[in-house]
């Protein structure tokens, strides 16, 4: 019959095998959560909506709302959003850019902008969406318009994100 000393022994013995068993476990678990199911990526999805508020002048005053959703599980910081406006102006021929795979280009770059501060960083929690604002002007010669936005979000797995919409001009709704 083992004494007491022996049964202390014992069961130090089978609580450090215990300890070493649940730390494997948990760490196979947490391996399989973060990684596989791939909780450290990002999952952002961004979309963009234009308002055309009205003329002043010869242009249109335009309001740009980026919303960034993040429908993942951990937060993610956003370091620049950036805006460029292109025209399609009236009489402007049709062509196709290459880099694009052969979608129309649209030749004239009316404006850049950014939607974030220099050094300002914006963080967007899990489960909540975002929305961004600016204001923009677009000749009053143009047919159509496209808005693109670029988000960078950088650690976040896929560093830059890109939304792009074209509107006909005075038109609240995408051309499509």
Not at 1 to 7: I, Q
Request: glycine share 8%.
């Amino acid at each position: 019959m083992p004494t007491l000393s022996e049964w202390k022994d014992i069961a130090a013995i089978a609580q450090g095998l215990a300890t070493f068993a649940a730390v494997v476990v948990g760490g196979v678990w947490a391996f399989r959560r973060y990684y596989k199911n791939a909780e450290h990526r990002a999952n952002l999805a961004a979309d963009l909506q234009a308002s055309f508020l009205g003329k002043q002048g010869n242009c249109w005053v335009v309001e740009v709302t980026v919303s960034i959703a993040n429908k993942g599980k951990s937060p993610y910081a956003i370091h620049a959003i950036s805006l460029t406006t292109t025209a399609m102006l009236e009489g402007d021929g049709l062509s196709s850019d290459f880099r694009r795979h052969g979608s129309l280009k649209f030749q004239h770059e009316l404006s850049k902008g950014s939607f974030l501060y220099p050094n300002f960083v914006s963080v967007v929690d899990p489960g909540t969406t975002t929305n961004y604002t600016q204001l923009s002007a677009v000749v009053g010669n143009a047919q159509f318009v496209t808005f693109y936005v670029k988000v960078e979000a950088p650690g976040s797995g896929l560093d830059r994100y890109y939304v792009e919409r074209t509107f006909l001009v005075g038109k609240a709704e995408a051309a499509r």
